[in-house]
């Protein structure tokens, strides 16, 4: 596990005990309650401020987490804080899509300066970004068996979220923008790259990520299914057990109506990046493109037949978050030829 704290922001811990200790007593109805332990995760949690503690009362205890909406480092241009709890809440319901118990939402800002949730922690092992999974820490040490027990397990949950009925998410259907369907995904990447915009040193990316979105738009499929977007779909966002089973599918921050094939273009896409070693190999023990639509497919009962489309728009996908970063972080990781060759527009 990397001893790395990613947070997008940080706070003191102490004060933070003081106020969520009289909140979650009153939640509780009992007098008081003692937090100890408070602890950002290491390695991972890069666009939500999350902090892991222990709550103590007389008669009880709970092992939880406080996840609270982002300020001044917002990664999206989308609100949709309320809207992961609410899609968590749901598919914790069904229980095929494994998720840490969401408990709580405050929407109050007076409590910790922003609205927040407290969940259930999870306890297992994730494979973390900083360093990557793919280069040291327990998934390098795990046998090339375990990685294929890792590996299958993860794309049965991906799968699983495809079994949700869409219809039990329309709070999702958005008044203000497109509502479900492709179209929903698209409205959000287009008004994401005019966000982009407005910073100036972004605007020649911007050129190149709408011809990316114009070349898209002559191929867009009519019949892609329906389904779940969970929004960001990696290992890198799953927490396993000693077993490398799943335990808890995690970070629903960007949940949409989108679609089946988002999640799966987005995973297989991260799985390019992370899983081919320096030499060119394949990390062994983790299946392939080919394997992983083949069990999505079995497991959904979906058609991947549209997926190198799908891929291409997580390339402009992933470029749009990555220059947000950059603006961010006032760090310059991008070239415009390099772009351009990457969403094909050169």
């Not at 902090?51 to 609270?68: C, D, M, P």
């Not at 409590?111 to 407290?118: A, H, K, Q, S, Y």
């Not at 050129?207 to 329906?226: N, Q």
């Not at 083949?294 to 959904?300: F, G, H, I, M, Q």
Request: net charge negative.
């Amino acid at each position: 596990m990397s001893d790395i704290i990613v947070a997008p922001e940080m706070r003191d811990l102490d004060e933070l005990a003081s106020a969520l200790s009289g909140w979650l007593a009153g939640k509780l109805g009992v007098p008081a309650v003692t937090l100890s332990d408070l602890a950002y995760p290491r390695g991972a949690g890069q666009s939500h401020e999350t902090i892991l503690f222990s709550a103590r009362w007389y008669g009880g205890a709970l092992e939880g987490v406080v996840r609270i909406k982002p300020g001044g480092f917002t990664v999206f241009p989308d609100d949709l804080f309320e809207a992961q709890y609410h899609v968590m809440k749901a598919l914790h319901a069904t229980s095929r899509v494994r998720i840490a118990e969401p408990l709580w939402l405050e929407e109050d800002p007076a409590i910790l300066g922003r609205p927040f949730f407290v969940m259930r922690k999870a306890v297992g092992r994730v494979p973390v970004s900083v360093p990557p999974y793919s280069q040291s820490g327990w998934v390098v040490e795990a046998s090339p068996a375990q990685r294929r027990v890792l590996w299958e397990d993860g794309v049965r949950q991906l799968a699983a979220i495809q079994l949700a009925d869409p219809a039990d998410f329309g709070f999702l259907a958005g008044p203000d923008h497109a509502r479900d369907g492709l179209a929903q995904e698209w409205d959000k990447y287009r008004r994401f790259i005019a966000w982009l915009d407005e910073t100036p040193a972004s605007r020649p990316f911007c050129r190149i990520l709408e011809r990316g979105m114009d070349k898209l738009a002559e191929t867009m499929p009519a019949d892609a299914p329906a389904g779940l977007v969970w929004g960001d779909a990696r290992l890198g966002n799953m927490m396993f057990g000693d077993d490398c089973r799943v335990i808890a599918v995690m970070d629903w921050e960007q949940p949409s109506l989108g679609g089946a094939l988002h999640d799966l273009a987005w995973f297989v896409t991260m799985a390019g990046h992370w899983h081919r070693r320096p030499d060119g190999s394949w990390f062994e023990g983790m299946g392939t493109r080919e394997e992983t639509i083949a069990l999505w497919e079995e497991v959904s009962g979906k058609s991947a037949a549209h997926l190198p489309w799908f891929e291409a728009f997580t390339r402009v996908k992933t470029s749009c978050t990555g220059l947000r970063l950059d603006q961010l972080r006032g760090t310059s990781t991008y070239e415009e030829a390099s772009l351009a060759k990457r969403l094909g527009v050169d």
